[in-house]
């Protein structure tokens, strides 16, 4: 027979929890015990003495290892902590997995900012703070050179490209994969945490959308409006969907960040889409291919500058979502196809995208003495072996 094993904890720190990720207890309760036979109660978790397993099942919810528990000292709901804090309504209904998401991120921002002073690393903003007055579309032109990189086709090169220039400008991005034996996935593209910080959730199906979610929350970050959302440009196609001001500035700054001046101004010298011109089709195609923006995103910013009439939108992103249907259609077919024919190819998860400076602020505290090679070979995902060969990369 065993023998149950109990741990004294700091119960308040579970309350605690709860008012940041803003969950009742009902609802923490049903993710906690979700597939137990024997569902434990609030009353066995909020105890000085918990059973360990009841512990365990707590900190899969919160995910901030065991020790946490035990710290006698109650963490206060200060607004510096968490974005949960200084908010109480974002552009969307975050799940779980996305408060899981923002609470990994905000330690892990955390973390960066207090090693790079304590290594004498300098990360002052570089990058004025934008007013919500001000013209998005000039504002984008006048950054262009500053936080884009030089254009490629291959839009992940691309992406790590602009990365890494807003890294030169002090901004960290940060990217994660939900893989998908993930139990928890965010239900969010990307986010922007004061003061310094990006969040992007990789997009397997469309590099042109992490890219243009990159450049609205770069519109964020200019307007220092914090906020964790789904961006998807076609919200601003729907005639009866509010969006807000701040929602608007962002995705018009990110439309006119990638489509750049030359382009903006081919198009500008249109006034009408329509049949006459073949809706513009082949331009459009080809200023997607020079610029990385998605079709469906141009030609939403067309019909919001009352250059195609809504009718003809519809019908365009109808044939737009058909022909990627089919084409997913096919990839399956084809998967199965090879699994018949005993071909199964079993790649390794992705491996999210890490800014050189990450890279650098973290080489730069191991040399310091201010983190240790543990600590260092997490972060970086690489084994003790590889430090030398990596940091010198």
Same mark, same amino acid.
Request: charged share 30%.
């Given at each position: 027979?065993?023998?149950?094993?109990?741990?004294?904890?700091?119960?308040?720190?579970?309350?605690? %929890?709860?008012?940041?990720?803003?969950?009742?207890?009902?609802?923490?309760?049903?993710?906690? +015990?979700?597939?137990?036979?024997?569902? =434990?109660?609030?009353?066995?978790?909020?105890?000085?003495?918990?059973?360990?397993?009841?512990?365990?099942? *707590?900190?899969?919810?919160?995910?901030?290892?065991?020790?946490?528990?035990?710290?006698?000292?109650?963490?206060?709901?200060?607004?510096?902590?968490?974005?949960?804090?200084?908010?109480?309504?974002?552009? +969307?209904?975050?799940? %779980?997995?996305?408060?899981?998401? *923002?609470? #990994? =991120?905000?330690?892990?921002?955390?973390?960066?900012?207090?090693?790079?002073? /304590?290594?004498?690393? +300098?990360?002052?903003?570089?990058?004025?703070?934008?007013?919500?007055?001000?013209n998005p579309r000039e504002v984008a032109f006048? %950054?262009?050179?500053?936080?884009?990189?030089? $254009?490629?086709?291959?839009?992940?090169?691309?992406?790590?490209? =602009?990365?890494?220039?807003?890294?030169?400008?002090?901004?960290?991005?940060?990217?994660?994969?939900?893989?998908?034996?993930?139990?928890?996935?965010?239900?969010?593209?990307? $986010?922007?945490?004061?003061?310094?910080?990006? *969040?992007?959730?990789?997009?397997?199906?469309?590099?042109?959308?992490?890219?243009?979610?990159?450049?609205?929350?770069?519109?964020?970050?200019?307007?220092?409006?914090?906020?964790?959302?789904?961006?998807? *440009?076609?919200?601003?196609?729907?005639?009866?969907?509010?969006?807000?001001?701040?929602?608007?500035?962002?995705?018009?700054?990110?439309?006119? /960040?990638?489509?750049?001046?030359?382009?903006?101004?081919?198009?500008?010298?249109?006034?009408?889409?329509?049949?006459?011109?073949?809706?513009?089709?082949?331009?459009?195609?080809?200023?997607?291919?020079?610029?990385?923006?998605?079709?469906?995103?141009? =030609? +939403?910013?067309?019909?919001?500058?009352?250059?195609?009439?809504?009718?003809?939108? /519809?019908?365009?992103?109808?044939?737009?979502?058909?022909?990627w249907q089919q084409r997913l259609q096919r990839?399956?077919?084809?998967? #199965?196809?090879?699994?018949?024919?005993?071909?199964?190819?079993?790649?390794?998860?992705?491996?999210?995208?890490?800014?050189?400076?990450?890279?650098?602020?973290?080489?730069?505290?191991?040399?310091?003495?201010?983190?240790?090679?543990?600590?260092?070979?997490?972060?970086?995902?690489?084994?003790?072996?590889?430090?030398?060969? $990596?940091?010198?990369?």
């Open positions: 027979m065993s023998t149950v094993e109990f741990v004294s904890i700091n119960k308040e720190r579970i309350k605690y %929890l709860l008012s940041l990720y803003k969950m009742t207890v009902d609802e923490f309760m049903c993710v906690a +015990t979700e597939g137990l036979k024997k569902p =434990f109660t609030w009353e066995d978790v909020y105890r000085d003495r918990i059973p360990l397993n009841v512990l365990k099942r *707590v900190d899969r919810v919160f995910q901030k290892g065991l020790f946490y528990y035990a710290d006698p000292a109650t963490p206060e709901k200060r607004k510096s902590v968490s974005v949960f804090f200084r908010k109480t309504t974002f552009g +969307t209904e975050l799940n %779980l997995g996305s408060r899981q998401r *923002v609470r #990994e =991120f905000e330690d892990l921002k955390t973390r960066l900012n207090t090693i790079s002073k /304590l290594s004498d690393v +300098t990360l002052k903003r570089k990058l004025p703070i934008t007013k919500l007055s001000a006048s %950054l262009r050179e500053q936080v884009l990189p030089a $254009f490629t086709d291959n839009k992940r090169d691309f992406l790590k490209n =602009f990365i890494n220039k807003l890294g030169d400008q002090n901004v960290f991005v940060f990217e994660f994969v939900d893989v998908k034996n993930k139990k928890e996935k965010a239900n969010v593209d990307g $986010f922007y945490l004061s003061p310094n910080a990006i *969040v992007l959730r990789r997009m397997q199906e469309s590099f042109s959308r992490e890219i243009f979610t990159l450049a609205h929350e770069l519109g964020h970050y200019l307007l220092n409006q914090e906020e964790i959302e789904e961006v998807d *440009v076609t919200k601003l196609s729907h005639q009866d969907v509010p969006i807000s001001a701040v929602e608007k500035w962002c995705n018009t700054f990110a439309y006119f /960040l990638l489509l750049g001046k030359e382009k903006a101004e081919l198009l500008d010298k249109i006034t009408m889409f329509n049949a006459q011109n073949d809706y513009g089709h082949e331009l459009v195609k080809q200023i997607s291919k020079e610029t990385n923006l998605s079709r469906l995103a141009i =030609f +939403t910013n067309l019909l919001i500058q009352n250059k195609l009439s809504y009718t003809s939108y /519809l019908n365009i992103k109808e044939e737009m979502e058909e022909k990839e399956a077919i084809q998967k #199965e196809q090879d699994k018949a024919n005993g071909i199964e190819v079993q790649g390794r998860n992705p491996q999210p995208i890490r800014a050189e400076i990450i890279k650098d602020v973290f080489s730069v505290a191991l040399s310091s003495g201010v983190i240790g090679e543990q600590e260092y070979c997490k972060v970086m995902n690489i084994k003790p072996t590889e430090i030398n060969e $990596f940091r010198y990369q």
